[in-house]
T-cell receptor
Framework: SQQGEEDPQALSIQEGENATMNCSYK?????LQWYRQNSGRGLVHLIL?????REKHSGRLRVTLDTSKKSSSLLITASRAADTASYFC???????????????FGQGTILTVHP | KAGVTQTPRYLIKTRGQQVTLSCSPI?????VSWYQQTPGQGLQFLFE???????NKGNFPGRFSGRQFSNSRSEMNVSTLELGDSALYLC????????????FGPGTRLLVL
């Protein structure tokens, strides 16, 4: 079963606009990660935010984490057509490291950026 | 460094057959995780291997199995294929498998007829 819920399920914007995607999760986490997937191919890691961090930036990406609400958001600024992809949040459980190698993924947001 | 590689990229099988998928992790990565991705269930964790040992397993039937070799390369096997096994199978490698960033291969797309 999927721990994360993402919204919106689909997002369509114009180039240059900002895109915001949200993710909620259910259990305690060690960290939360965001991945991108182009057309059913492999996932590409975007950014990792630890449970004791509230905000993180990487280039045009900004991620926030609110552990009290068990939620995270990914903001992509000045979107480009090349950003068109599916975006997934994934949580690494905060169970002391016993869930080896397991990330729990949300259902994903399909982002379409129109030129 | 070379990325994670998976072979084959595409596979067509019929019900009842078995299939073996292969994954070569990034050099130096000792943890390999496998995921199944379907439109209905999304990305689901299958299992994880580290130093030739399965340390974690998801909720999949025993028809799904795997192994890891001393060079960290991993294989997964699905026996007695069912139509519902049609999916994109992704492997990912990480250094230790302790919740750090995972690096994914391009996946193997399996179609069961």
């Amino acid at each position: 079963s999927q721990q994360g819920e993402e919204d919106p399920q689909a997002l369509s914007i114009q180039e240059g606009e900002n895109a915001t995607m949200n993710c909620s999760y259910k259990t305690s986490i060690n960290n939360l990660q965001w991945y991108r997937q182009n057309s059913g191919r492999g996932l590409v890691h975007l950014i990792l935010i630890r449970s004791n961090e509230r905000e993180k930036h990487s280039g045009r990406l900004r991620v926030t984490l609110d552990t009290s609400k068990k939620s995270s958001s990914l903001l992509i600024t000045a979107s480009r057509a090349a950003d068109t992809a599916s975006y997934f949040c994934a949580t690494a459980p905060g169970d002391g490291g016993t869930s080896y190698g397991k990330l729990t993924f949300g259902q994903g947001t399909i982002l379409t950026v129109h030129p | 460094k070379a990325g994670v590689t998976q072979t084959p990229r595409y596979l067509i099988k019929t019900r009842g057959q078995q299939v073996t998928l292969s994954c070569s992790p990034i050099s130096g990565h000792r943890s390999v995780s496998w995921y199944q991705q379907t439109p209905g269930q999304g990305l689901q964790f299958l299992f994880e291997y580290f130093s030739e040992t399965q340390r974690n397993k998801g909720n999949f039937p025993g028809r799904f199995s795997g192994r890891q070799f001393s060079n960290s390369r991993s294989e997964m096997n699905v026996s007695t294929l069912e139509l519902g096994d049609s999916a994109l199978y992704l492997c990912a490698s990480s250094i230790q498998g302790y919740g750090e960033t995972q690096y994914f291969g391009p996946g193997t797309r399996l179609l069961v007829l």
